[in-house]
Every structure is written in C-alpha cells, then in structure tokens.
C-alpha cells in the first residue's frame, strides 16, 4: 500500500475522536462499518521475519510482511423526496506487526557525512496512520438521472486492481470533486477531478469515464481517460514537464467458465507513460518529467471455476515504457492461483509466480510458489475472512545475493489472516 502519511499526537488525538463521534452515534442511529484487514506473523529461512519479494510481480499470498487495515465508517445523514446525503470516512494503520504497543512515537537518528555534517534525519515509527477517505455523496439531485452521485471530499474513486497480487492499474483515488453514474447513451458517465501533487508542485488528475457499454450478452466495455494537469507557479515554470495523459479500455466477461475475465489495454506519455512497465496506476504523476515517455500494457486477469472443487485465479501483465535518454523499460509476468475445495469451509491454496523485466538494460527475474492450508467464511474464491498457513520458496534467477550474500533463493513460514467487510 502506498502513500501512507505518518501522524503527530495530535493528528492521531484528532482521529480518534472522529472515530469516537461515529461510534457513540450507533447508540442512537445506525452507523455502516466496513473495513480489511491483513496480519499475521511469519519467518523465513535465513532473515529472520518473513521476507517480501515483488509481491506484484509474483503474488501476494504467503509474500507479505505488514499489518495494514482499514477501518471505514458512514452514514446517511439525510433522506428524503428521493434526494439523500451520505458521509463516509475511512482511516488506516500500516505497521511491520513487530510487538504489542504500536504507535507514532518516533525515534530519529541524524545521518551525517564523512566531514561529519548532518545531511538528513532518518525517523522510525512503530505504525504510520493515514485519513484514506472523507467526503459527502449526494444522491437524486439531478431529476433525470436519479441514480447519479454528486460528490466532493476524499475517497477511493472507482479502483481496479487485480486482488492475487494487489497490484492497481487504474486508480486515481485522492482529494476531489465529480459527479458519476450519469445515464447517457447506453453508459454511464463520470467525472472528476482529484489532486495529485507532484512534491511542491500542484497536479490535478482530470478524470472521464464511460462504462457499462454493452457488446454481447455478458460482455461489457468500460473506456476512460486521465488527463494530469500541471499548475505551476510562475517560480516552477522552469523545472516541469509536459502534462500526461492515460487512455484506458477495459472489457469484462461473466460466465466464463464459471467466472469472470478481464481484459484491458493502457497507453500513456510522460510520467503515466513512466507508470505503465513501473506498474503504477495513472495517479501522482512526476511534474518534472519531460523525457518523451510513451508506454502501454496489457492485462489479463479473471477467475474461473472448472468444477465445483476447483477456482482459479490468474493474471497475465505485459507493459512497455519508451524513453527518449535511455533504453526500454519492459515486464512481464505470470500469476496463477488455484484452490482446492475440501468442504464449504476448508480450502487447499495453491499461488505460482513468475517475472522477467529489463530495465535500460538491467535483466531481473524471479518466481515463487507457494501452498497454504485455509479455512474462510464459505467457499467461493472470495470469501472472507480467510485464515492460511502456509510456506512459499522464492528464486531470483538474476541477483545471487537477492536475499542475502551467496542467497538467490529463500523461504517463508508463516500464518496469517485476511478479512474485508
């Protein structure tokens, strides 16, 4: 998870009573909680705690070594005449898991130079916490399209991710304003516009979307276009790039093999372009780049069912990243998750993981496979929460010290428990 901002007592004193005010209010009201959650505790065969190895490039399961979770909670504030007002707020803890008090009470070391000068401060915080979402959404105001939302504040703004390696092509999340969900034609419309500061430089995402265009019975088609506007000052001119811009195609299948599937195509310039081989998700563009970057990719992920015993998960990544003052940056991976049901409970997982990538010339290349005993809250492939044991062998086919020196392969032990609501 990225972009999780550190706390001070006060920030953290701040959100707890936020989190107080929704609390005591189910006293006299009902309030919506939901949420996620990851932890556990692992060991690996020769560094200690569990060890994380390019979990988007390879998988996720048996690959993590953070407790990261999610507290959202909202509530409907006004419903009436068809027209209704919604407040949602969300928060989140990211930590290494490492011991029982986990807080912001930082401890900071001066890092000085071979003269003996202070060149920065390193700081280390027990856990970091972060406001993830705050906004209002307002239903009904728009008589011809009922069903449309108007919003402003911050929030996850229409994600998509593939869920076996937690890896977000498409997500412009942040602080902003839209409205989504208009009926035009046979779509839906939305726009937004979302805050992405590059450093001290104002960047503002300008989002559109066009989804659910039919193409044949339970195949659907979703276009959108990102486009970063930077807004310097007349101080920045000098030092930023030009605007990027992302193009998104998106086709989902149901009902494959008892599944789903989906299939998307990007293609970017400038520091989106830069996202498209770095696997980033068309947000937080570099300002600073002007580097003439082109760059696309094209994913392929879904879940099937091929019986009632077995589902599959898998993802299938290419991307490709041209610059003008250096080489290609290129990828691909593998990704493939099945899962063996014993009962309505129990479960067998399997996850195996393979990556090859070239970097302005630099080879890497890795796999990872792992198997997991699971028990979870019924027995569809998404069904949580989840509780696993399980042990996973890495391999870094190019660094014969990737996981410490004369170590190109390593293990992971461990249990863990993942759960959303």
Known sequence: MRGMLPMNRNTL????????????????AEVDFHGYVRAGIGISGENGQQVRYQSNKVGRLGNEDDLYSEILLGKELY??????????SMM???????????????????????????????????AEFALRQFNVQAKGLIPSNPDAVSWAGKRYYQRHDIHISDFYYWDTSGSGAGIENLSVGTGKLSLAVLRQ???????????????EIALWQDANLELGFNYGLINETDEQKAEVGEDPLMLT?????????????????????????????GLGAGNSPD?????????????????????????????????????????DHSIFNIVVRPMYKWDENMRTVFEGGWFTEEDNKVDSSGSKFTVAQAWAAGSSF????????????????????????????????????????
């Not at 004193?13 to 006299?28: D, E, L, N």
């Not at 419903?79 to 949602?88: C, E, I, N, P």
């Not at 986990?102 to 700081?123: M, P, Q, R, Y």
């Not at 992920?301 to 990243?321: D, K, L, M, R």
Request: proline share 1%; hydrophobic share 35%.
């Open 92 to 126: 989140a803890l990211l930590s290494d898991g490492s011991n029982d008090f986990e807080g912001t009470n930082t401890s900071c070391e001066l890092l000085k130079n071979s003269a003996g000068d202070v060149d920065d401060v390193s700081c280390d915080n027990d």
């Open 249 to 277: 195609a998106e086709m989902t299948m149901a009902n494959v093999i008892g599944g789903l599937n989906k299939t998307i195509f990007q293609y970017a310039t400038e520091s989106y372009g830069e996202q498209m081989a």
């Open 197 to 211: 500061d590059s450093g001290d430089i104002n960047v503002n995402n300008f989002d559109i979307r066009y989804a």
């Open 13 to 28: 004193g701040q959100a707890v009573t936020i989190v107080t005010i929704f609390a005591s209010a189910t006293v006299t």
């Open 382 to 421: 998404w069904a949580r929460p989840e509780l696993r044991v399980y042990a996973s062998y890495l391999t870094d086919y190019e660094n014969d010290n990737a996981f410490g020196i004369g170590n190109d392969t390593e293990y992971n032990l461990g249990v863990q428990v993942e759960a959303w609501w």
């Open 287 to 327: 300002a600073t780049s002007d580097d003439g970057i082109d760059g696309y990719r094209i994913i392929n992920w879904g879940v099937i069912a091929p019986t009632n015993t077995w589902e599959i998960g898998h993802q299938i990544v290419y991307a490709n990243s041209s610059f003008d003052s250096q080489d």
């Open 79 to 88: 419903s009436q005449d068809g027209k209704s007002f919604y407040v949602d």
